[in-house]
């Protein structure tokens, strides 16, 4: 039986009211992320890099939330100020920035290295998930982290992860020692960028993991240094996704 003309119009509307909900929501958040931007003097104008007001830069107050993408903007467009401003700051302390920024510096970070993502980002963990185990897969980190029978949480696959080297098919709290060995030993041999993105990992999933892994290895990289890496590996987009989509652990 065909639908009625008045059945048809009622779903031709939802799918127009659909469509307007999310154009709408689309423009605010893209308005939202140029008022993220423009006080940083950074805009994004189509080109491979940003733009950059290089007096505001200078001058500007960044807010500690704003760090990441502040950074990451400056970097890209001119390394000189970003060392200028961030001289002090390394890629764990810009990790470490991301539970206290709000989804509109989310996105902007995720935009500046040209990813498109979209909130909500805080307790939706099904991208962020995803995107963990791509990113475990592709930088061969399967011998640092492992997925566990149980998750350590709800709503994301990211639960089911976990750094090897505690018991966690039992409670988490016993360390195996060996594992931890072979943990280190692993580490050590990976590429600088895969070694970034390990360290990344780790940082989103707890900000006390980083010091109970990695004691005695190399971590702690400049965080200009390590933008500068990642794009030019093409590990920025990959790192910028991660992060933007980054949901709570």
Avoid at 123 to 149: A, C, D, H, M
């Amino acid at each position: 039986m065909a639908p009625s003309s008045e059945s048809l119009f009622e779903t031709s509307s939802l799918s127009a009211i659909v469509r307007a909900a999310h154009a709408f929501l689309g423009s605010r958040v893209q308005a939202s992320v140029v008022g993220v931007l423009a006080p940083l003097g950074i805009a994004l104008r189509g080109s491979p890099a940003p733009q950059l007001d290089c007096e505001s830069a200078r001058s500007c107050y960044v807010h500690h939330t704003a760090v990441p993408v502040a950074l990451l903007g400056y970097t890209l467009a001119s390394s000189e100020i970003a060392r200028a401003k961030f001289q002090r700051w390394s890629l764990s302390d810009v990790v470490r920035k991301r539970p206290f920024m709000d989804e509109y510096e989310a996105t902007a970070l995720a935009a500046i290295a040209g990813v498109e993502v979209s909130p909500p980002y805080w307790g939706n963990g099904g991208p962020f998930g995803k995107q963990l185990w791509n990113v475990i897969t592709r930088y061969e980190l399967g011998p640092l982290f492992e997925r566990v029978s149980r998750p350590y949480g709800t709503a994301g696959d990211h639960f089911f992860m976990r750094p090897r080297g505690m018991a966690w098919e039992e409670d988490g709290q016993r360390e195996l020692p060996d594992v931890m060995l072979a943990w280190r030993a692993s580490y050590r041999k990976l590429p600088l960028v895969h070694q970034m993105m390990a360290v990344t990992i780790l940082n989103l999933y707890s900000d006390s993991a980083e010091a109970h892994w990695m004691r005695g290895l190399r971590r702690r990289w400049n965080a200009v240094d390590s933008v500068l890496e990642l794009d030019a590996k093409g590990a920025l987009v990959d790192w910028a996704r991660l992060m933007a989509l980054y949901p709570g652990w």
